[in-house]
Structures are given as C-alpha cells and as structure tokens.
C-alpha cells in the first residue's frame, strides 16, 4: 500500500541551529500537507503545497514539493523553543482527496 | 462553535465494554473524518462523511467500529466489545470541502484506555 514516511524521527537541537524533516511517498502526490502537533495536542494544519517544485515560507520555516511529487521537506531556520512538536506531512491515498495519508512524524526537541 | 469539538476529552473502558465517542465540526463543514492515533503514530485513517454520507469506511480496523453522522452535522464514532488494541487517541477532522485539497480542522481527540 501507500506509504509516507519521514526521516529524521527524532531529532534534538539547540535553540537557534537549522532544523529538517525530510517526507518521502510511496506514490505521486496531487497535493502534500504539513502538519504540526504540539506534545498532548492536535495536529495543526501548516501548508499545503500542490504544484511540482512549489516552495513556500511561512517566517522562519521553507516547504519544498519535489518535482517529481513524491517527496517534500520542512526547513526551520533558527529554532526556538516554540518550535517543538512532532511534524507531519500527509499526502492523498491513491488518488482519492477524501482520505489524507499521514507521514510517520518528526518529533524536534529544542533545547533552550 | 469556534473549533471541532469532542467529548468526551477522556475514557476508560473496560474490555467487552462498548463506547462512543462524539464530535462536532465546525459548523458548515461538508467533510468530516475520524483518524486514530496511537502513541507515537501518525494518524491513521478510519473513515469519511460527506454531508449525511459515510463515503468510504476502508480504514475501520473491525465491524466492531462503526460511525454516523446522520443529519451531516455532529458524528458519533462507536466501538462495540472493546478491546485493548483499542486504545489510542480518535481524532475528528473537518473541512470545508468536499475533498481534502485545503485544510483540514483537527479537533483536541478522545484518549479511550481500554483495560
């Protein structure tokens, strides 16, 4: 079946580096989101990205959809500690816009 | 409301016990999905209402599962016998469109701990 996964699956930094989250699919994607859950809360929808290429900023954080729309990064620049929380991206399951398929998540530590 | 809405925020259930959970998108929403989350998942699909509409249910683990939603407003995800598989985080979404090209709204989910 489809699969999203996400690399790195933890990752620790100290505030003010760069940090990186890398999603990777199975299949073509029409679209990619990205999402944000704080530790204990709900995902938050970031993003959406639809066209190949595409790159968007949104302050500090850079989303990238690979050309081949199959893969997608979140860039951080200069973490802080509001930044912590597990990312995912999801992507459309096989075609079909009803049924999001989420990554595995990134969870960032940010060590003040 | 402002945002999705579920209750109740936490259950405990003993095995064989039957739960249901409640949600209540934002109102206007025409979709409206159930995600279960296990600790240290991702989401994972359950199922889709479009309107009054259960249009796909592939993602339901067992026909203990079942969800309604049947005046296209509140939905009730239902879980007969539980079991301790069962526990996790179930997570409501809604969007305002009919298919998930734009953002999703997660409610804060329902914690079942089966015991």
């Known amino acids: 079946g489809q699969q999203v996964m996400q690399i790195p699956q933890y990752q620790h930094v100290q505030e003010g580096e760069d940090f990186t989250t890398y999603c990777n699919s199975s299949?073509?994607?029409?679209?990619i989101q990205w999402y944000k859950q704080r530790p204990g809360g709900h995902p938050v929808f970031l993003i959406q990205?639809?066209?190949?290429?595409e790159v968007k900023k949104q302050k500090r954080l850079t989303f990238q959809f690979g050309e081949a729309k199959k893969n997608s990064s979140l860039h951080i620049t200069a973490t802080q500690t509001t930044d912590v929380g597990t990312y995912f991206c999801?992507?459309?399951?096989?075609?079909?816009?009803?049924?999001?398929?989420f990554g595995t998540g990134t969870l960032l530590a940010v060590q003040p | 409301g402002a945002g999705v809405s579920q209750s109740p925020r936490y259950k405990v259930a003993k095995r064989g016990q039957d739960v249901a959970l409640r949600c209540d998108p934002i109102?206007?929403?025409?979709?409206l999905f159930w995600y279960q989350q296990a600790l240290g998942q991702g989401p994972e699909f359950l199922t889709y209402?479009?309107?009054?509409?259960?249009?796909?249910k592939s993602g339901l683990p067992s026909d203990r599962f079942f969800a309604e939603r049947p005046e296209g407003s509140v939905s009730t995800l239902k879980i007969q016998r539980t079991q301790q598989e069962d526990s996790a985080v179930y997570l409501c979404?809604?969007?305002?469109?009919?298919?998930?090209?734009?953002?999703?709204?997660f409610g804060q989910g329902t914690r079942l701990t089966v015991v």
């Open positions: 979404a809604s969007s305002s469109r009919h298919s998930l090209r734009g953002e999703a709204f």
């Open positions: 299949t073509t994607l029409s679209n």
């Open positions: 990205l639809v066209k190949s290429g």
């Open positions: 999801a992507g459309p399951y096989g075609g079909a816009t009803n049924k999001l398929i």
């Open positions: 109102s206007g929403h025409v979709s």
């Open positions: 209402f479009q309107n009054e509409a259960q249009l796909d």
